[in-house]
């Protein structure tokens, strides 16, 4: 199972919207709101929360049409580049992931890795 932010991309794809055109921003929210409920810092946390909304910026998550969601920033970068290389089958794991996207730097991992991959495992990466 994803940890918590990685829940947080599954559910926000998969939400039941009762017809309301949710942008990923608010599916977002409203994921993190679930899963932090009493914890605003763990809501508004970015490393995340910039991988999903930068993954649907480029098109790459199913039934999200591409667009301007967010300022761009690393983390989108590091989500875009973490999906090329699960295509490219180099890389498998978390770990492995956030060596390559940062190159190597002493960077702590933010939870981004975990929001690619549970989106990656569950089929929902559009490549």
């Given at each position: 199972m994803a940890n918590r932010y990685g829940e947080a991309a599954l559910m926000a794809i998969r939400m039941e919207t009762y017809g309301k055109n949710l942008t990923p921003q608010e599916r977002w929210d409203e994921s993190v709101k679930k899963l932090y409920p009493t914890t605003p810092i763990g809501q508004k946390k970015g490393g995340p929360r910039g991988a999903f909304l930068g993954l649907c910026?480029?098109?790459?998550?199913?039934?999200?049409?591409?667009?301007?969601?967010s300022p761009s920033n690393r983390n989108k970068a590091y989500a875009i580049r973490a999906v090329q290389?699960?295509?490219?089958?180099?890389?498998?794991?978390?770990?492995q992931l956030?060596?390559?996207?940062?190159?190597?730097?002493?960077?702590?991992?933010?939870?981004?890795?975990?929001?690619?991959m549970a989106l990656w495992k569950n089929g929902l990466i559009v490549n």
């Open positions: 910026e480029a098109g790459l998550v199913k039934g999200i049409p591409p667009g301007q969601y290389l699960l295509t490219a089958g180099t890389h498998t794991s978390v770990t956030w060596k390559a996207v940062t190159d190597g730097e002493d960077i702590a991992h933010g939870s981004q890795m975990d929001v690619v």
